[in-house]
């Protein structure tokens, strides 16, 4: 059932990404994109600690430490490479880097290899593929 009148696709998104990334309850999770609002509802609603909304193309005021950075809305290469760099500063080694499925309207191989070149490897995916969580290598 939808919890606060959000889409079952969403929070079916936040679930899974939540048990495929191993978090804590509450995690400090940074969604990086152009359209993030509803992300950033659905995980507060979902009981993370802090989330907070960056645009990729623009500076954060401040470098929070993330558990996750969810990566949902960027428009080509070089966004996609602004958003990796933001997602990387916030989590450091330790955390995880999700790009939700849709995100990027590149090609796999192409969002795979952007990954790589900033240190990148994916450490799980869902069952169609689709949504890639990344870690640093």
């Known amino acids: 059932m939808p919890r606060d009148g959000e889409p079952p696709s969403l929070l079916a998104s936040v679930d899974r990404v939540m ?18 609002l509803p992300f950033v509802l659905a995980l507060l609603s979902h009981g993370c600690a802090g989330v907070r909304s960056l645009r990729p193309d623009a500076a954060a ?3 929070e430490a993330a558990d996750l950075a969810w990566i949902v809305d960027v428009g080509d290469e070089h966004e996609l490479d602004d958003a990796l760099r933001a997602a ?19 090609r796999e191989a192409t969002i795979r290899a952007h990954a790589a070149a900033a240190g990148l490897e994916v450490v799980a995916a869902d069952a169609f593929g689709r949504g890639l969580v990344w870690r640093e290598k």
Do not use: F, K, Q
């Not at 048990?19 to 993030?36: E, K, N, Q």
């Not at 990387?88 to 880097?97: E, K, L």
């Open 19 to 36: 048990a495929m990334a191993h978090l804590s309850p509450a995690p400090h999770i940074a969604v990086i994109g152009r359209h993030t």
């Open 61 to 63: 005021p401040d470098c």
């Open 88 to 106: 990387h500063r916030r989590t450091g080694a330790a955390g995880y880097i999700v790009l939700e499925d849709g995100a990027c309207p590149l």
